[in-house]
Each structure stands twice: as structure tokens, then as C-alpha cells.
């Protein structure tokens, strides 16, 4: 338990500088209608992002100093919302895992940043594009920088509807498409959907702690109270008898199932993960920036700062647990097949994020933060590897249009080479590695999780596929015959030093950056493991403390998962470089699968289906024909103004009679009334 | 206070329906005004009256107001009698309702 | 009854005289205004019985002296001798507005019997244009501002109807 | 009580209208001649004695009661007749207020030379003054003559706006003296100031040297209020509608303006308060800027205290009295003679003129007069 937290008023000047940016940019564009020239508009924005990267590295030193028991730094703002016995302040708070979270979010983003401005040269679309694209995204970078910093969840609701919102408007920044802006809003409401069990449960949480008499938002103050809740329970309506432990479930499960919605809304897991491919629309850095490194690793963040509650809640962890597990191999599946580099990208994220929840629901918040530091690494390497692919082939995302790219574009190759090793866990060399090991090791080990060890089986199959369909799509890219157009080959070309420079830094981040907290089996120094014992704070264990088992069993271990890596790659190196004509007769032999994976299971069609369409309908017809149209506008809005209108045309207006000394008798009949009520 | 209140107010009602009765009854816009002249002195006696009743000078100080939206309505009133006799050659308050539905 | 009263009385009967000639006087405006001036007066006369001596001076100042004169001025601007007024319309409402002021008239007296109490004594200087003026320019400040505002206004709008063409 | 009013009453009426009225008429008469060069009137005479015109007043009186008393015909009677008797009146009662004399204590009697002493003299003054109007307006509507309808209108505009600035003119004054009560403010300039003594107050010098302190001046109000002297009168004399700003009546134009149509005592009366006025304006100037009844650079203190040892209180005060009665009697008629002065000196303004110089003139004058007295207020408050 941290003790008093240590005033630092830099914190404020972490989120206000994206936000001013943002501010000038929107401003600017708004009233003034005019672009600034986009050195201006780099320097703003680049720069707001960089001093805050700079602030944040600053508050990390200022943390790490101060003695381990006491590693928080807060800085109060004012009363954001004050009433009875709710107050949700403005105020920020920096322990160990907003810290964590805040450096890769400064840090990835000022990279991706910087690699923004050589991308969205290429974009001449509207002229005004490239400044509403950097107003966007400090925008985001703010929300992102509440989200995390927030001293309590309404703050930090916040951010998580702010970061919600600068998704919609990027994922649909060309909404000129109609097909990205229906992305946008698909994205949007998918959202909106987890929201709703985000606010459940906070309103839950807020009210049980008040009816305990503690009624508070601030985590540190909740988490201080919670025992007080731990052990209450909620009677179940009749109808959801068929539950598992019903009637009485714990309030804990409750209010953490509810947050599990909200973070799997945010964090793409079954079932709202469908929004998220069709996230790609935006362009690539948005990608990078949001739908890889920092807002789709809200929901975790969410789960790793409610950890104390799942602790208490066994059967939410498990759910966690099991849901990401499963979203993990599902996504995975998919990705095997899709030809859209992007798209590959985006359900390797999903699954990548199932890892998380998987080691977050075992209860390992630690390492489900690490996983999502290594992952922003990779991933933003990949996507913005990817990207450049893309602008090399003029925004042609279809691999199969690819193909031997290596030598027109060999410096691309190198450092997306490193992304692919760096997600595939490749012993030592791969920041993935030490990151996936301790999630496996976690799920290994939580034996409160009922059938952990099918979840740790299903991690190491992942695993495996995993490097499989990342070779797949490095090889379709950059080996094997080139089935692009050749004028296409003709301008393909390396991009601009702008947009290397980040992709190198990031490059050597995934492959090096698992050794920021490698275990100390694979890394023979004691406290290795500096990254988890950073954290250990911010997550005091509940009931089950981790047990660990002995370096050997976890050598094994992980000598296992390496091996099903290796057949993922050297599958994928004999299907995609030997023997190139092997997937299409695969794919045809096993037409019922194969097209199963290549249509994503229907998931979306079975949403259109069963949700959409019948919530479109009802909607039309009630809700719009009905209610609105029909009710509000007929009886409410319309009715009283012709009524009216009947009214004064009918007789009203003959007491106008522009004759004052008309209006004066009524004037003094009606004063005559009430003095006479007076009278008696 | 050399009579009672009641004959103060009284004295002012009197003046106020003297005033309503006229401005109720007669046609030319210029007694018109007038009247309602003599109903805002109405209201001043009850005023002072009461003013004086209760030892408050509050009152009288209402009365400067009334007296200052005296002399603007009649400034702007009596501008509307000009233009109005300019144009169309009358001050019958009845030629005057052109405001009509 | 004393002296004052006596004074009350007579301006009252000064006051009511004069209205009543204003409203009844239908020949000649001149003369209605003439008798509503020596309502003023009249009135001017009570205000200073009832201790409000600076009222009572405005009024004649105000009201005798200026306002009245403005009405005489119009009269005369527009050289109305007389008045040729054309048939009566709503007759009847006229009617039934002076019926209902008569009956607001009466319920007013019924009111009025016993309705206050001993009257208080006031301070010293009660009325005086001490007393008045530091209350106006001390509690009252903002309302004197916000006439002095309402006067603009009501000069330019007069300026601006009176004028013959607006340049 | 009342005896002592009714006493202070005939008197101020008998020396205004008795004595003060027909010398005026005189006065107005030789005066014009003597600036003109001519001999003037001096044809009246009671068996031969023609005490140098001084028997023409009694003739003018004798005339007007003598001749026709004409109502034109369309005229309105009431008001025809009611005009003149409203005109007349203000300049009688405005004299209630004006003290003639100082407070005076015999033992244990206290003499208060004035018929009211009202707190709010100064306002009776300008509200009796608007009253005024009414007496032009009428007389002109009354007799149902255009000339006469003219002259009134200009009457009434003439009127109205003199009273504002007169009105604003002397609100300095009132500053000053702190009160509106016009005993007060004669008696508050029965002493004298240092003329240089502001040297002091701002400290250019640290000390004046002591022969310095006989340059003193009466405390009067045209040496604390000049602009608002000169702004007063001008106001005044033009609420008077005696020439230059006579342009109500102007003959040239309007041939005798609104009391053309009145003859006989009628239009004496209009002729009688005109006349009546101008005393009646030098007594109030000079109540309000020349220390009304006040002896300069000898204060009712002073002489009391001079006297009474060799005579005794009584006699000093009574001395005091009639010292002080005749100096504002002196005054009076000093005033009365700048009046002619001014007069028959001036030629008469057009309407135009008289409108522009109450408007553009004399309103911003007294403006700035009220701003700049109160900014001196305060600052020499600051600096006591």
C-alpha cells in the first residue's frame, strides 16, 4: 500500500501540451479556415508530443528515486465535478504503471509522430488535411495521456471516451470514402457498446462503496476500501438462474464482467473485437499509433488497474482469462489467410491483445504490462514497416500483388524483418520472447483459473501460428516471384530518412526491448526481472501470490513454445518461398475451413444479421417513424404550434384590434379580477 | 402625518380611475397621455404616502424614477403624436390601429 | 382638524377638480392641459404636506414646469382648435372600461378602511433633498444610472420621430 | 408668528412694488435716453411741477386702468384672463424666499429677515420660475391669433430650456455652500478669504507674510462661482423675455408676440411682472453672488462686537439691521442697473441665436462649471 503521494506539478504539463496543440491547430482551422504552412504545423505538433515524452521521462526519474514503497507522484488540478458525496477531481497520479503506460505512449507516439509527417506529405487529398491530421492525432495523444494519468476512473473515463472519439474521427479522416466513414462509425458505436459496461460497473463500484460509507472514484482510495465490498454479493434476476453459481453472485464478478465488457470494447476481444480490422481504414500511423501501440491496450490497462478486484472476483479473472485465450487463437486463425497486409496486422493485434488478457485474467498484471510495452515496439514497427511498404507500392495493400519487394525496398525489408522477429519470439533476440514467455509461465501457473493449462496449450499454439502468418506475410512481401505491375516496380522507392529514422529506433526496441525485464532463467543476473519487480507495487497481490516453479520447468517450457514457433516458420518459409503453388491447393482441398477463415467465421454477417439489421429496423420504424417523427415532432413540437395557430386564427385575433384603448379595458378588466380576489 | 393614510390612498385611487376613465374614454391621443400622466401621479401620492408612513425614503425614491419614465414617455409619446398628425393628419387614437391582424 | 389637514383636503379637492376638467374638458385640450397642471400643483402641495419636500418640488418643477408645457407645446404645434373627430368606434367597450374602472374604484375604498396602522415618525430631515439624495446616489445608484440611460434613449427617440426627413 | 409675517411680507412688497416698480419704469426711461442722448420722458407734470418725469409712473397706471379692456373675438375668456394673473404671480412669491437681512437677536427674540425660510429656498425659486411659463404659453393660445401663437411658442421653448441650464448653472453654487436654503447662503458670505491663500493650501509657499492677509476678498459667490455668475444671469434675464432676449415679443417679427392682443390692466400685468422681475432677479443675484445682505470686509460678528461696548447689544444689533438692509437694497439696485444696462445696450437676439446659445452654450458651460467646482471640492478637502 503506497503512503502520502508526492506532490509534482510537472505532471499537468505532460497532457496540456498535446491539448494545447490540438487547441491551436483546431482553432486555427475553424475560425481562421486557413492552414498553417506544415513546417509550422510539425514543429507544433512533433514538438508538443517530443517536450511531453521529454516531461514524462523527467517525472519517471523523479519516480524511480524515491523509495519503492512510496512511488507515487499526484498533482491536483481542481474539483472537476463536485456533488453531495461525489467528487471526481482533476487530478493526475503517477505510480509505476502510469508511468510505464505514459513513457510508451509519449515515446511511440512522438516516434510515429515524426513518421506522420513523411507519410501524410504523400496525402493531397484536401488541403487543409495534413493540419487536421496533427490536430487529430495531439488530440488523441492527449486523451491517451488522461486515460493514463487519471487519478480516478471518471477522469479516466475521460480519456477513454476521448480516445474513442479521436479513433472515430481518424479512422474515418478521409470520410470523403463512404466506406471509411461507415468504419468510423462502426468503430464508434462497437465502442459505445463497451462503454456501456464500462459505466455500469464504475456506477456499480461507486455505489456499493458508498453504501459502504466510502464513496469515493479515486483508485487509491477505492482500492483501500474495497475489502469493505469484497465479499458482497447480488441476487440474480430469475432468468439468469442457468449461471453458474446463481442466485447469488459476488458483487465483485458483477462489476469486474462489466469492465471486462468496457475493456473488451476498447481492446478489441471477442465478442466486439469485429470493429477493429475495419479500423485500417484510417491511415497507416493511425494504425500504428491507436489501433496497435496505446488505445487498444486501454482495456488491459483498465484490467491491470482493476487488478485488486479481479483478484477478489476468481470467476471475472477467469472469464478474462478465458477470453482472451480464445480471442488469442481465433484472431489468429483468421490472419492465416488474409491477403491485406493490414488487415494480417490488424487480427495479429487482436490476438496479441488476447496474450494480454489471458496473463492479466491469470492474475500476472505485469506481465500483461510488459507484453503491451514489447508489443507497441513491435507492432508500431510492423505497422509502420507496413506503411511504408504501402506508400512504396502507392497504398496497394494487397499482398498478393506484392512479392520480391526485397530488392527495391531492401532497408524496409531489414527493419520489418526485425518487427516479424520480434512478434514471432525468437529467443533472445526478440522482445516478444521474454514478454510471451511470462505470460504462458502465468497461465502455467494460475491454477485458480479453471483448465489453465488448456489456455497455456492454446498460447503456445498461438505462438506458433503466430510466426507463421507473420513469415507468411514477410515473405509474400518481400520474397518469391514479383507479381506486381512493373510500372508499379518501376516507382517503387525507399521512403525519406523522416520516416526511416523511426522505423530503425523502433526496430532496435523489438528486437532488444524484452530486455527492459527478461526472468532471470533465461537471463542469468539476479533481479533481471527489474520490470515486474517495478510494477509489484501497483499490484500487492490478493489470495493467491504467484508461486513460482523453478527455472529448469520454465527452460521447458519455453524451449517448447520455441519449438512450435520453428514450425510456424519454416511452414511458413516451405508454403510461401519453396513451394508457392502449395496454399492455393491447400485452400481448394479445404474449401469449408479455408473459406471459413477467409470470411472471418461471418462474424460480421451473423452481427449484421442478428443485431444490425433488426436494431436498423426497429429503429426506422419505431423508434425514428414512431416516436420521433410521429410523437415528438406530431404531437409534441408540431401539434402545439397548430394548435395554436388554429387557435389565434379562429378567434384570438380578433381582440387585436389595434385599438390600445381595447387592450387598455382588458388590461384593467383583468386587474379589476384580481384586486376583487383581494376584495374576497 | 396630517391625515390618515387611508384618505392619502383614497385621494390617489380616485385620481388613478380618474385617469383610467380618461384615457379608457376620450379619443384624442394628446388627453390620452395626459391621462396617463395623471394615473402615474396616482401612483406617486400612494407612494410618497406610503413613503411616509413607513418613514422610508424608498419610496420617494420611486417616485424621481416614475417621474423620469414620466417625462421619457411623454418625450417619445408626444414624438408619435407629431409623426402621427404629420402623416395622416389626425391625433384619433382610433385612425391609429394599423397594428391590427 | 388642523391646519394641515385642512390644506390636504382643499389640494385634494384642488387635484380631483383638476383631473376630472382635464378628462371631461372634450373642447378644448389647452384648457384639460391648464387643469391637469393644477393637479400637479395641487399635488405638489400634498407631497410637501406628507413631508416629501423635494418630491413635491420636482413635481411642480417636473411635471408643472416642463412636462405639461411639452403637452401645450404639441397642442399648439399642431394648432388643434378643437377636435373633429370622426363617428365612435367600440362605444361599448369604452363603456364597459369606464363600468370597470368605476368597480376597481370601489373595491379599492372597500379595501381601504383600517387597512394600515399608526403612521411612523420619521428621521430627521425625512424628505429633504439630504436625506432623498444620499439615498439615491448610496442604495440607489445603479437604478439613477440606468434611468439616466432610459432618458437617452428616450431623447434619441424622440430626435428621431419628430425629425421630418432623417438625413 | 403670523404678525411678524404678515409684517415681513408688506414690507418686501411695498419696497418692491411700491417703490422698486414705478422707479423702474422711471429708470427704464431715462436710462434709454440718457444712452441715447435724449432728454427722455418729463411731459407729466401736476400743475406744473414736472419733478423731472418722476410723475409718469402714476400716469402709466392711470392710462391702463382707463383704457378698453378688449377680448378678441374666438378667444378663449378664462385663459385670456387667467394669462396675465399667471405671469404676475411667480415674481411675487419668488420673493417670499429672498432674506433682505440677516438673523438678528434681541435678548431673547431672534429676527429672521426673510417671509420663508424654507430648506429648499432654491428649488421654490427655480420651480415658482417654471411656473412662469405658463403665463406666455396661455396668453398667446388665449387669444386666438397666430402672431400671438408664435410668440408664445417661442415663449414656452425660450422658457423651458433657460430654466435647465439656469437650473444647472448655479448647482456649483449649491456646492459650495452646501445648502440650498438661501439664508444660509448669504449668511455663509458675510466673511471674507484670503486672496492669496490657496498659495498655501496647494503649499507653494510655506507661509504668507502676514501684511498678505489683509489682501482679502468678500466670500461672495462671484468670486468663488464667476462662470456661474455670468451663465445665472444670462439664464435669468432670458426667463425675464426683457431684451436681447426678447424675441417672444419681437415687434420686428411678430408684432407684439403672445400679449398682443391685450390691452388695458391686462397688459399691465404682463408689463408689471416684467418690470416686477428685474428687481425681483437683482435681489436674487444678489442673494446668491453678492452676499445678499452682507456689508463687504465687515461681517455682522465684527460690527456687533465693534459696537457694543460703546452703545450696547441692542443698539448694535438694530444698527446691524438697518446697515445690512440697506446694503442689499444698494445692491439691488446696482443690479437693476446693470440690467438696464445690459438692456439697452444689447440688440435683440434671434430666436435662433437665443435657442444655440442655450443648447451649444450655455448647457456645456455649466456642465463643465459642475465638474470642474466638484474636481476643486475634493481636491482642496484632500489637501486640508
Known amino acids: 500500500m503506497v503512503s502520502e503521494p508526492h506532490a509534482y506539478d510537472v505532471l499537468r504539463w505532460i497532457p496540456a501540451l498535446p491539448l494545447a496543440a490540438a487547441l491551436v491547430h483546431g482553432v486555427w482551422l475553424v475560425l481562421v479556415r486557413r492552414a498553417f504552412s506544415r513546417g509550422l504545423v510539425v514543429a507544433l505538433s512533433c514538438g508538443s508530443v517530443i517536450a511531453a515524452f521529454a516531461l514524462s521521462c523527467l517525472a519517471f526519474v523523479e519516480l524511480i528515486q524515491l523509495p519503492e514503497s512510496e512511488r507515487v507522484l499526484s498533482d491536483a488540478l481542481f474539483t472537476w465535478i463536485g456533488s453531495g458525496n461525489f467528487s471526481a477531481e482533476a487530478a493526475f497520479r503517477l505510480d509505476p504503471l502510469s508511468a510505464v503506460m505514459t513513457l510508451v505512449v509519449t515515446g511511440v507516439g512522438s516516434l510515429i509522430h515524426v513518421y506522420s509527417i513523411g507519410y501524410m506529405d504523400e496525402d493531397h487529398r484536401e488541403d487543409r488535411g495534413f493540419q487536421r491530421f496533427f490536430c487529430y492525432l495531439n488530440l488523441f495523444t492527449f486523451a491517451m495521456l488522461i486515460l493514463v494519468l487519471a487519478d480516478n476512473l471518471a477522469l479516466l473515463f475521460l480519456g477513454w471516451e476521448g480516445v474513442g472519439l479521436c479513433s472515430y474521427l481518424l479512422i474515418g479522416f478521409w470520410y470523403s470514402d463512404r466506406f471509411y466513414a461507415y468504419c468510423g462509425s462502426k468503430a464508434f458505436i462497437v465502442n459505445r457498446i463497451g462503454d456501456f459496461g464500462f459505466l455500469i460497473g464504475a456506477f456499480l463500484l461507486f455505489w456499493s462503496l458508498a453504501d459502504a460509507g466510502r464513496p469515493t472514484v479515486a483508485f487509491h482510495e477505492i482500492r483501500e476500501a474495497f475489502p469493505a465490498i469484497a465479499d458482497a454479493t447480488v441476487r440474480l434476476p430469475d432468468w439468469l438462474a442457468f449461471l453458474p453459481g446463481a442466485p447469488d453472485w459476488k458483487l465483485a464478478t458483477v462489476i469486474g464482467l462489466c469492465f471486462l465488457l468496457g475493456a473488451a470494447g476498447k481492446s478489441a476481444q471477442i465478442p466486439l473485437y469485429v470493429w477493429l480490422p475495419d479500423a485500417m481504414a484510417g491511415p497507416t500511423p493511425v494504425s500504428a499509433l491507436i489501433h496497435a501501440a496505446t488505445m487498444v491496450t486501454a482495456g488491459v490497462y483498465l484490467v491491470c488497474r482493476m487488478g485488486f478486484l479481479f483478484d477478489a472476483a476468481p470467476g471475472a479473472a477467469a472469464t478474462v482469462a478465458w477470453v482472451g485465450g480464445v480471442t488469442a487463437l481465433f484472431a489468429a486463425t483468421i490472419a492465416i489467410v488474409q491477403t491485406d497486409i493490414k488487415k494480417v496486422l490488424a487480427y495479429s493485434t487482436v490476438s496479441q491483445l488476447g496474450y494480454m488478457f489471458l496473463a492479466a485474467g491469470c492474475g500476472a498484471y505485469s506481465a500483461a504490462t510488459f507484453h503491451v510495452v514489447t508489443h507497441a515496439f513491435f507492432k508500431a514497427l510492423l505497422f509502420l514497416g507496413a506503411g511504408a511498404v504501402i506508400l512504396a507500392m502507392h497504398h496497394e495493400q494487397d499482398m498478393t500483388r506484392y512479392g520480391g519487394l526485397r530488392r527495391y525496398i531492401p532497408r524496409v525489408h531489414w527493419v520489418l524483418l526485425a518487427g516479424v522477429v520480434g512478434i514471432s519470439a525468437i529467443p533472445y533476440v526478440s522482445a516478444g520472447f521474454f514478454s510471451k514467455d511470462e505470460v504462458l509461465l502465468s497461465a502455467f501457473l494460475a491454477d485458480h483459473i479453471p483448465g ?193 395557430r388554429a387557435l389565434a386564427a379562429g378567434g384570438l385575433k380578433h381582440l387585436q384590434s389595434g385599438l390600445a384603448q381595447g387592450y387598455l379595458v382588458i388590461m384593467l378588466v383583468g386587474s379589476a379580477l384580481v384586486v376583487g380576489w383581494l376584495v374576497g | 402625518m396630517a391625515v390618515p393614510l387611508e384618505h392619502v390612498i383614497a385621494l390617489s385611487g380616485l385620481l388613478f380611475a380618474i385617469g383610467a376613465a380618461g384615457a379608457l374614454a376620450r379619443r384624442n391621443l394628446i388627453v390620452i397621455l395626459m391621462s396617463i400622466e395623471l394615473m402615474l401621479n396616482a401612483v406617486n401620492l400612494a407612494l410618497v404616502g406610503f413613503s411616509r408612513q413607513w418613514g422610508d425614503v424608498a419610496g420617494q425614491i420611486f417616485v424621481l424614477m416614475v417621474i423620469v419614465v414620466a417625462a421619457a414617455e411623454v418625450t417619445v409619446g408626444l414624438g408619435i403624436v407629431i409623426a402621427l398628425f404629420r402623416n395622416r393628419e389626425t391625433v384619433d387614437v382610433e385612425d391609429a390601429s394599423l397594428l391590427r391582424w | 382638524m388642523s391646519a394641515a389637514a385642512v390644506f390636504f383636503y382643499a389640494f385634494a379637492a384642488l387635484a380631483v377638480a383638476g383631473g376630472l376638467g382635464m378628462v371631461l374638458n372634450v373642447r378644448n385640450t389647452v384648457a384639460g392641459a391648464m387643469s391637469l397642471v393644477l393637479t400637479m400643483v395641487a399635488l405638489g402641495g400634498v407631497y410637501v404636506l406628507l413631508e416629501a419636500y423635494l418630491v413635491g418640488v420636482l413635481q411642480i418643477l417636473v411635471y408643472a414646469g416642463a412636462i405639461v408645457v411639452l403637452f401645450l407645446f404639441v397642442v399648439m404645434l399642431l394648432n388643434l382648435r378643437g377636435e373633429a373627430f370622426g363617428p365612435e368606434r367600440q362605444g361599448f367597450a369604452k363603456v364597459l372600461g369606464v363600468a370597470v374602472v368605476a368597480v376597481l374604484l370601489a373595491e379599492f375604498v372597500w379595501l381601504l378602511p383600517g387597512a394600515f396602522g399608526a403612521p411612523a415618525t420619521p428621521p430627521e430631515g425625512f424628505g429633504g433633498y439630504r436625506a432623498v439624495g444620499l439615498a439615491l446616489f448610496t442604495d440607489w445608484l445603479l437604478a439613477f444610472e440606468v434611468t439616466s440611460l432610459l432618458l437617452l434613449a428616450a431623447m434619441v427617440g424622440a430626435v428621431v420621430l419628430a425629425k421630418r426627413s432623417i438625413e | 408668528m403670523i404678525v411678524e409675517v404678515v409684517v415681513k411680507m408688506l414690507f418686501i412688497v411695498l419696497v418692491m412694488m411700491g417703490l422698486f416698480l414705478p422707479l423702474i419704469t422711471w429708470v427704464e426711461r431715462k436710462q434709454a435716453a440718457i444712452m441715447q442722448d435724449r432728454i427722455g420722458a418729463n411731459r407729466a407734470d401736476i400743475a406744473g411741477i414736472r419733478a423731472i418725469g418722476l410723475l409718469h409712473p402714476a400716469a402709466d397706471v392711470l392710462k391702463l386702468l382707463t383704457k378698453e379692456d378688449v377680448v378678441p373675438r374666438g378667444a378663449n375668456r378664462v385663459l385670456h384672463l387667467l394669462a396675465p394673473v399667471i405671469s404676475i404671480v411667480p415674481a ?55 402672431w400671438s401663437l408664435l410668440g408664445s411658442m417661442r415663449a414656452s421653448s425660450q422658457m423651458i430650456s433657460y430654466e435647465v441650464t439656469m437650473g444647472l448653472s448655479i448647482v456649483g453654487l449649491f456646492m459650495v455652500y452646501g445648502t440650498l436654503r438661501l439664508p444660509e447662503m448669504a449668511a455663509a458670505q458675510d466673511h471674507t478669504f484670503r486672496l492669496l491663500g490657496f498659495l498655501e493650501l496647494f503649499g507653494w509657499v510655506e507661509r504668507l507674510p502676514g501684511w498678505l492677509d489683509w489682501l482679502r476678498l468678500p466670500a461672495w459667490g462671484i468670486f468663488l462661482q464667476p462662470l456661474g455668475f455670468i451663465l445665472f444671469l444670462t439664464c435669468i434675464m432670458a426667463e425675464n423675455k426683457r431684451p436681447p432676449f426678447d424675441a417672444p415679443e419681437g415687434e420686428s417679427e411678430i408684432i407684439a408676440g403672445y400679449h398682443m392682443e391685450y390691452s388695458g390692466m391686462r397688459f399691465g400685468l404682463f408689463y408689471t411682472a416684467e418690470f416686477l422681475e428685474v428687481p425681483v432677479i437683482g435681489a436674487l443675484v444678489a442673494t446668491l453672488f453678492f452676499g445678499g445682505w452682507a456689508i463687504p470686509w465687515l461681517s455682522q460678528e465684527t460690527l456687533v462686537a465693534g459696537v457694543t461696548p460703546a452703545f450696547g447689544a441692542g443698539f448694535a444689533t438694530g444698527l446691524c439691521l438697518l446697515l445690512h438692509v440697506v446694503s442689499f437694497l444698494v445692491k439691488v439696485v446696482a443690479l437693476v442697473w446693470l440690467q438696464m444696462l445690459i438692456r439697452w445696450t444689447l440688440p435683440r437676439m434671434r430666436y435662433d441665436q437665443v435657442m444655440d446659445l442655450c443648447w451649444k452654450a450655455i448647457l456645456p458651460l455649466s456642465l463643465a462649471n459642475v465638474f470642474v467646482t466638484g474636481g476643486l471640492i475634493l481636491l482642496v478637502e484632500r489637501l486640508r
Open chain 4, 92 to 146: 411675487i412669491v419668488t420673493l417670499a424666499v429672498i432674506p433682505f437681512g440677516g438673523r438678528y437677536r434681541f435678548g431673547d427674540t431672534t429676527l429672521n429677515l426673510v417671509v420663508a425660510d424654507i430648506d429648499w429656498g432654491m428649488l421654490y425659486v427655480l420651480a415658482v420660475g417654471s411656473i412662469a411659463t405658463y403665463g406666455a404659453v396661455i396668453a398667446g393660445w388665449a387669444s386666438n391669433n397666430n
Open chain 1, 452 to 644: 489453465n493449462r488448456w489456455l497455456h496449450a492454446i498460447g503456445v499454439v498461438t505462438g506458433g501460428l503466430t510466426a507463421f502468418y507473420m513469415f507468411r506475410l514477410f515473405f509474400l512481401t518481400f520474397y518469391g516471384a514479383e507479381r506486381a505491375s512493373r510500372d508499379a516496380l518501376a516507382h517503387a522507392h525507399e521512403p525519406g530518412a523522416v520516416v526511416m529514422a523511426p522505423l530503425y529506433v523502433l526496430a532496435a526496441l523489438s528486437v532488444l526491448g524484452g530486455y527492459l525485464g527478461p526472468s532471470e532463467a533465461f537471463v542469468p543476473v539476479d533481479d533481471a526481472n527489474s520490470f515486474g519487480n517495478f510494477l509489484a507495487p501497483v499490484f500487492a497481490h490478493g489470495g493467491h501470490a504467484a508461486h513460482h516453479v523453478s527455472h529448469a520447468t520454465e527452460r521447458w517450457m519455453a524451449a517448447g513454445a520455441t519449438g512450435v514457433v520453428a514450425v510456424g516458420i519454416l511452414l511458413a518459409l516451405w508454403l510461401y518461398v519453396g513451394r508457392p503453388e502449395l496454399p492455393a491447393r491447400i485452400a481448394a482441398s479445404a474449401q469449408g475451413a479455408y473459406r471459413a477463415l477467409w470470411n472471418k467465421y461471418w462474424v460480421d454477417e451473423a452481427y449484421d444479421a442478428l443485431l444490425v439489421r433488426p436494431l436498423v429496423a426497429l429503429s426506422d420504424a419505431v423508434l425514428y417513424r414512431g416516436i420521433d417523427a410521429g410523437l415528438i415532432d406530431g404531437a409534441g413540437v408540431n401539434g402545439p404550434a397548430r394548435a395554436v
